[in-house]
């Protein structure tokens, strides 16, 4: 399974853009990269999923270098509802059970 | 009923007794996962199913145990409970057999506490 790392907190301001960095230097070929957001006393969400080089939706911006040793979650413009925990996995995509959750990143939106 | 279930919310269980955590999923998915969540951790899975029948450990399954009878339910046994075991549990499914992503989805948590 691939270690992730990631910081373990993170502070921003409201209308900022925040990025999340995500190391997993032994990723293998076949294994995607995914995000995700867990609010206190709730299971976590999906938030976005790539394998390579850029993926954006309605919520966030996923970055992979072509190495795919490392990966960066984007919010823009940052509100206080997005102050959560955030959990970045990787996995072979159609083996849950080999997705590992770390500690996660703590990110808090100050007004 | 909507996306998945858990029960109870909670519960305060003595050192010793069986207890059976409930995971009901109405979306027809074939995977599901139990996860349990201490303070201030990251997830841990504990055991899975990848479709009906079948079932696999997780990271951390000793003390548990689980059955998939059918495709909507996922049973989590603590045959004799310890205080180790209170944590917050987890209950999440997926669409195995998805040709791209694997998207799981999760219960609102069953938070147990063992004395």
């Known amino acids: 399974l691939a270690k992730t790392t990631q910081p373990i907190s993170m502070d921003s301001y409201e209308g900022q853009e925040v990025n999340i960095t995500c190391s997993h230097n032994?990723?293998?070929?076949?294994?995607?990269i995914t995000w995700y957001q867990q609010f206190p006393s709730q299971g976590p969400r999906f938030i976005i999923q790539g394998y390579k080089t850029k993926v954006t939706n309605e919520v966030a911006s996923l970055f992979i270098p072509a190495d795919r040793k490392s990966s960066t979650l984007s919010l823009p413009r940052v509100s206080l509802s997005d102050t959560a925990v955030y959990y970045c996995?990787?996995?072979?995509?159609?083996?849950?059970?080999?997705?590992?959750f770390g500690p996660g990143t703590r990110l808090s939106v100050l007004p | 009923i909507a996306g998945i279930t858990q029960a109870p919310t909670s519960q305060i269980l003595a050192a010793g007794r069986r207890m059976t955590l409930r995971c009901t999923q109405d979306?027809?998915?074939?995977?599901m996962y139990w996860y349990r969540q201490d303070l201030g951790l990251g997830l841990r899975l504990i055991h899975y199913?990848?479709?009906?029948?079948?079932?696999g450990k997780g990271e951390v399954p000793d003390g548990y145990s689980v059955s998939r009878a059918n495709t909507d339910d996922f049973p989590l046994t603590l045959a004799s409970a310890v205080p180790s075991q209170t944590s917050v549990y987890f209950c999440a499914s997926s669409a195995w057999f998805t040709s791209s992503y694997n998207e799981q989805f999760f219960g609102p948590g069953t938070r147990l506490t063992v004395l």
């Open positions: 979306m027809r998915h074939n995977a």
């Open positions: 032994n990723i293998a070929t076949n294994d995607y």
């Open positions: 996995l990787v996995g072979a995509h159609n083996y849950g059970q080999n997705f590992v």
């Open positions: 199913s990848n479709t009906a029948g079948t079932t």
